[in-house]
C-alpha cells in the first residue's frame, strides 16, 4: 500500500521554522500537488518524504510504516528532480540501471524493469546515449525512467518541468498524468505552477511560509478558496479583490458601489470576483453596476481579456466572449455574477454568506 501519511511535520534551520505542524493524508494512488510561492517550504517536505532531509518534529508515514528514521533507498520511494540528476557519463541504461545494480538486484530483474520503463517512456531509440546527447525533455524522460524501475511505492517529483520550454512542459506534463493513469501508483509533486497543479492533481496542497492554506480538489480550492491566499494564487488571470465594508445585507465596496448578498453580519470584507464573473456592458443595465473605462484588451481567439480602471483607482480584469472589439478610454458598466462572489472577512478568510456573520 503507497499511502502516505505526514503528521506535524515542522522543520526549522537554525531558529527559522520553515515548516510549521505540517499534515498531509495521501491514499494509496493518489496524484497529490504541493504548490506555493519559492519558499515557501515545497522542496524541503519533499525531501523530508525522501529522507535527504530531517524534520525537526513529527513523522513520515509510507505504506503504514513510520520510515521517519528509514535511509532513503528503504522508504520505497523514487524521486525526480528539476535538474534530472544524471550520470553523465554513463549511457541511459546505465543510468536507469545504477540503483538496481548498486542494490544487487538479479540481472534478470534489472533487464524486466528497464525493458518495462523504455516500452512506458519509449526511450529505446536512446539507451545507448550519454545524457549529453539528449534534449532537456529527453533527458528528464531518462529521470522519470529511472524512478519507474525502482517499481516505488510513492512517486516523489520536484519541479520537474521546470526546465523545459513552454511546449515541451505541456507535453511531458500530460506523459506524466498518463503514467500516473497507467501505473497508479501514489505521486507527490511539488511545482509553484498553480495550472500544473490545477492540471495535474486528484488533489491539491496550497502552502504559504511553511504552512498549509488549504488541501482539496483543484475544482474546490477554485470554487471555495479557504482565504484570500488561495483566492489569489488559484486561477488565471488572477482573480479580482476590491475591499469593502458589509452590513444588512450589503457588501458597499469602497468608492465605487454597492453589491446586494444574503445578511451575513457586517465588517470590513474582501469581495474576490474572477474574470469570468464580471458582466461587461457598454450601458448601466441596473444600478449596481460600477463603473469604469477600458484601457486595455488582450484578445487570446476564444476569450478577451479586458482591463477595466474602475472610478477608485483600481483596475480590474474582465473576460468576455472576443466578439466585441472595445475602444481604449470606452466607458463600460460592470455587472457581478453574485452566486460566484467569493467575501472574505477582514482577517482574510472565506465567509460562508449562508451562515456566517462578521463583526467589527
Ligand atoms: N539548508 C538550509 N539552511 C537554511 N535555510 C534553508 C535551507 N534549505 C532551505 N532553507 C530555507 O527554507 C525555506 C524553504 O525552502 P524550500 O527550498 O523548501 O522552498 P521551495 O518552496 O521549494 O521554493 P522554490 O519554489 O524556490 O524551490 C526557504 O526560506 C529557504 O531559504
Ligand atoms: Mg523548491
Redesign the pocket.
Known amino acids: 500500500m503507497g499511502n502516505l501519511i505526514l503528521r506535524n511535520i515542522t522543520k526549522c534551520?537554525?531558529k527559522?521554522e520553515?515548516l510549521k505542524r505540517v499534515d498531509v493524508d495521501v491514499a494509496n494512488g493518489e496524484f497529490v500537488v504541493i504548490v506555493?510561492?519559492?519558499?515557501?517550504?515545497?522542496?524541503?517536505?519533499l525531501r523530508i518524504i525522501a529522507g535527504l532531509e530531517n524534520q525537526t518534529s513529527g513523522e513520515v508515514i509510507i505504506g503504514d510504516k513510520d520510515v521517519s528514521l528509514l535511509a532513503p533507498a528503504h522508504r520505497g520511494i523514487a524521486m525526480v528532480f528539476q535538474s534530472y540528476a544524471l550520470y553523465p557519463h554513463l549511457t541511459v541504461e546505465g543510468n536507469m540501471t545504477l540503483g538496481l545494480r548498486q542494490a544487487r538486484e538479479p540481472a534478470k530483474i534489472i533487464a524486466d524493469r528497464v525493458a518495462e520503463a523504455t516500452r512506458i517512456l519509449e526511450l529505446e531509440p536512446y539507451l545507448k546515449r550519454k545524457p549529453g546527447q539528449l534534449s532537456g525533455g529527453q533527458r528528464q524522460r531518462v529521470a522519470i525512467g529511472r524512478a519507474i524501475t525502482r517499481h516505488p511505492q510513492v512517486f516523489l517529483f520536484?519541479?520537474p518541468l521546470s526546465n523545459l520550454d513552454a511546449a515541451l512542459r505541456n507535453q511531458v506534463r500530460v506523459e506524466i498524468a498518463d503514467l500516473h493513469r497507467r501505473l497508479g501508483t501514489t505521486m507527490i509533486y511539488?511545482t509553484?505552477d498553480q495550472v500544473e497543479a490545477m492540471t495535474l492533481a486528484d488533489r491539491i496542497v496550497v502552502?504559504d511560509a511553511?504552512i498549509i492554506q488549504q488541501i482539496g480538489t483543484p475544482s474546490a480550492l477554485y470554487r471555495q478558496p479557504a482565504n484570500l491566499f488561495v483566492a489569489g494564487f488559484i486561477g488565471t488571470p488572477k482573480i479580482n479583490l476590491l475591499t469593502g465594508h458589509m452590513a444588512n445585507a450589503r457588501i458597499d465596496i469602497d468608492a465605487i458601489g454597492v453589491l446586494s448578498t444574503k445578511p451575513a453580519g457586517k465588517g470590513p470584507v474582501t469581495v474576490g470576483i474572477r474574470p469570468a464573473d464580471f458582466i461587461i456592458n457598454a450601458d448601466p443595465r441596473d444600478d449596481s453596476a460600477f463603473s469604469g473605462k477600458v484601457i486595455g484588451t488582450e484578445y487570446l481567439g476564444n476569450v478577451t481579456y479586458i482591463r477595466v480602471l474602475l472610478g477608485n483607482g483600481q483596475t480590474v480584469v474582465v473576460e468576455e466572449k472576443p466578439d466585441h472589439l472595445w475602444q481604449h478610454d470606452q466607458p463600460v458598466y460592470l455587472g457581478v455574477n453574485m452566486a460566484n462572489v467569493h467575501v472574505f472577512d477582514g482577517a482574510g478568510i472565506r465567509l460562508d454568506l449562508n451562515k456566517t456573520t462578521v463583526t467589527d
Do not use: Q
Request: aromatic share 4%; charged share 15%; with cysteine.
Open positions: 534551520y537554525h527559522t520553515v506555493g510561492p519559492s519558499g515557501c517550504g515545497k522542496s524541503t517536505l520536484d519541479e511539488v509553484h502552502m511553511g
